[in-house]
């Protein structure tokens, strides 16, 4: 009989296996708060998580204050944009540098999709991909936590056969343990306590099986979150060097080529002064020859 596909690559055997994970993980949980089974604890592992999270946090808010500047950043060149387009509207086309003020609107414009472009090229998609790989360490750092509930479960368990084995004393069952066995007649007692004790050395086998298979999970997935996380934490300090810095100097040379744009325009408005000026020199030495 086939098996029931849920979708998605889903089995009802699936479905089932790991509902049983959970109620095992849950059960183990209730029995380590209640002292009844060992909770192994790592504080270092718990600091590194602790300064994870930490660092994921300031970084995300990093991003939201950066996508809130490039967007005051529009709104500044959109706003800019109108005034300056307004004032070159206002000026007659008979006044002097009419055709400067069009160029310099023109190239204020220009700086300024420059600017929002360096930002989100650089600083935006620097910071999009540091924080891309958070999702993933978080989800296998819980990925870990089950699994260390795993193996807790798997020593808890591994104890109880182990302890049993030794109340047994490695020695055949003498006693009926089960209505079972009472019922059964003199001559298959035997038979019945054999089949008793390969069950429990079975059990015993089982139990070893799963516990080294559990450990061996959580030890591939614990050693190598115990290499990334110090990486990780370390690796915040240049990352956010780089982009004050990239930030600042972005900053200030936009701020430094609109500035020269102005100061052009203002050296332009002196050399026309200076042509007046030659030109009434001109008429002045004009008339005095005709006196």
Known sequence: MAELNLGKGLTAGKVASNVQKKLTRAQEKVLQKLGKADETKDIAFE??????????????KLQRDLRAYLEAVKVMHESSKNVQSCLADMYEPEWSGKNDVDSIVEDCDVLWTDYHQKLVSNSLISMDTYLGQ???????????????????????NYAITHKTKKKDGGIKITKPSSLLERATPGWAQGILSAHNVAQSSLSRNQAEDELDRAQKVFEEINIDL???????????????VSTFQSLAGFEEKFHKEIGRDDDDDDDDDDDDDDDDDDDDDDDDDDAMQCN
């Not at 936590?145 to 479960?153: C, Q």
């Open 47 to 60: 600091e590194e998580v602790i300064n994870f999270n930490k660092q994921y946090t300031e970084g995300s």
């Open 134 to 156: 958070f999702p993933d360490i978080k989800s296998r750092i819980a990925k870990r936590d089950r699994k260390l509930v795993d193996y807790d479960s798997a020593r808890h």
């Open 226 to 240: 115990q290499e990334e996380l110090p990486s990780l934490w370390n690796s915040r300090v240049g990352f956010y």
